[in-house]
């Protein structure tokens, strides 16, 4: 099994679109949570209005399933009409530091 995997996705939302992005992405969190692998999967307000959603996977190829999974084809279909522009998604590796507990996530 490879080392987990921490993802951001920034959300633009369109002007006045806001609350509807974040009901539209809060409804499919519970369901998300559920898959295999899913350490973390949670969605927070950013001061530029953006949406980030932080996302920590058991590993590479439990995130290669939650992507090409329904939740997410069904998560994405309620999204169209309320982004600026695509989601941007990166992928991060963790350089740990500190204590092994408070160092990564």
Not at 52 to 62: F, P, R, T, V, Y
Not at 96 to 103: I, N
Request: charged share 20%.
């Amino acid at each position: 099994m490879s080392e987990a995997v921490v993802v951001t996705v920034t959300f633009r939302p369109v002007a006045g679109a806001h609350d509807d992005l974040v009901r539209a992405l809060s409804a499919g969190i519970a369901e998300v949570h559920t898959e295999t692998g899913c350490e973390l999967y949670a969605i927070h307000d950013a001061p530029d209005g953006t949406i980030i959603m932080l996302e920590k996977w058991s590993s590479a190829e439990d995130l290669e399933a939650h992507g090409a999974g329904e939740i997410v084809a069904r998560m994405n279909a309620t999204l169209v009409g309320l982004l600026e522009s695509a989601p941007e998604i990166t992928l991060l590796s963790p350089i740990p530091a500190g204590s092994s507990y408070q160092g990564k996530l």
